[in-house]
């Protein structure tokens, strides 16, 4: 072997050790961009996930109050059926119906009792009326109120959890 046989051979070693960093290079390239792509998809995906546990608890949320609501609007006539029957009984109980009358008072406590822990509250109907919150159903003359005043409550009106849940039917002063 001579020199330029020796220098041929070092040549191709190198040109072979060259393509190969090359291609080890290359590789190490196209890892490090399908590792980068794949944790970029996996962000995006943690992130779709987040979002939707989030929409899937408002949505919870929602229908809970809903069906609260809808319950609520059905036992409101029974509310307002007792409180008219105590109010009746306690004007016109004789001594024998005060166990009665007692019985419908506690009752009645109950009921206020569980609609304040459920957050349902009775809505203000005294002073000027307010169509966000109060249904005129009357118009009357009254000396003693100034126009648009209430004068009288027909039916209670309340919220639930700060939303109107049924409104107060009034009468209003002209």
């Known amino acids: 072997m001579n020199i330029h046989d020796d220098a041929e051979n070092k040549s191709t070693n190198n040109g072979q050790s060259e393509s190969q960093t090359e291609a080890s290079f290359t590789n190490e390239s196209k ?6 792509d794949y944790r970029a ?32 609007q059905k036992v409101l006539p029974i509310v307002d059926d007792l409180e008219r029957a105590l109010a009746h009984t306690q004007a016109n109980a004789s001594p024998e119906q005060n166990s009665l009358v007692e019985g419908f008072t506690l009752i009645q406590k109950n009921a206020k009792k569980i609609f304040t822990d459920l957050g349902v509250e009775e809505i203000d109907a005294s002073g000027t009326f307010d169509p966000e919150l109060h249904e005129a159903l009357v118009s009357v003359q009254a000396q003693d109120k100034q126009s648009d005043h209430i004068v009288e409550v027909l039916r209670k009106g309340y919220l639930f959890k700060g939303k109107v849940l049924r409104h107060a039917q009034v009468s209003v002063a002209k």
Do not use: C, G, H, P
Request: proline share 0%; charged share 30%; net charge neutral.
């Open 31 to 36: 890892v490090e961009e399908t590792a980068t």
């Open 41 to 72: 998809q996996f962000l995006r995906v943690s992130a779709d996930f987040a979002n939707y546990k989030r929409r899937m608890e408002k949505e919870r949320l929602e229908w809970m109050q809903t069906a609260q609501n809808s319950i609520l």
